[in-house]
């Protein structure tokens, strides 16, 4: 027999070992325990494992997600509008004058007949019937407007200085074409009149229809 003893093997303590190791072996147990836990709550008391019902309920399947697809803008129009969405006419041009507003002699009676009713002056009435003559002016659309009132612009263009009462300037708007309607009413088609004449002359039937409307409904 030898004379040296080989030292007993002794098993390595845990706090020898590496912490990586301990951690490892901690997790080892920790899941076994877990795994024996689960497993006894599936037997049961009696430790006999459950079979499932073939007739108990099963759950309601859960719907998938339904997905919209995104319907595309529509497109532009070669004129710069929405697809499907009527186009917006652009508004006529409108020329702004100043004209002479002056009323035949003849019409001066008949204003004060209007005013008298009405328990107005007669120089108030004159710039209400004014006002409302070159709004009717403004709102003249084409030649068919134009043709209308032109009997009454050819009278009053026709009378002598002497014939009309004294002027006041007004500023006017209308219609490029109702202009041009007006030159060709009037028979001048090569636009030799001035424009300041000859809307004038139909504001003035303007407002002598006006006045007649008044007397017509009681104003005189």
Known sequence: ?????????????????????????????????????????????????????????KP???????????????????????????????KAPKRKLVVLFRLPVAAVADISLVAAASGLPPDYVIKALAKEGRATLRQLIGAEDAHALAPSARQIRNLTADQMTTGEAMTVYLRLTVLEAMHDALGDPWRIEPRATVVGAFLTAIVIRRIAARRAEGGG
Request: proline content about 18%; hydrophobic content about 30%.
């Open 1 to 57: 027999m030898s004379r040296y003893r080989l030292p007993p093997r002794v098993a390595p303590s845990p706090a020898t070992e590496e912490p990586g190791q301990q951690n490892a072996a901690s997790r080892l147990r920790s899941s076994r325990a877990a795994q024996a836990r689960l497993l006894q709550e599936r037997r049961g008391p009696d430790g006999a494992v459950p079979t499932p019902d073939p007739l108990s309920p």
């Open 60 to 90: 309601a399947p859960v719907a998938a997600e339904q997905v919209v697809t995104p319907q595309p803008a529509p497109q532009a129009a070669s004129d710069g509008t929405r697809s499907g969405k009527p186009k917006t006419q652009p």
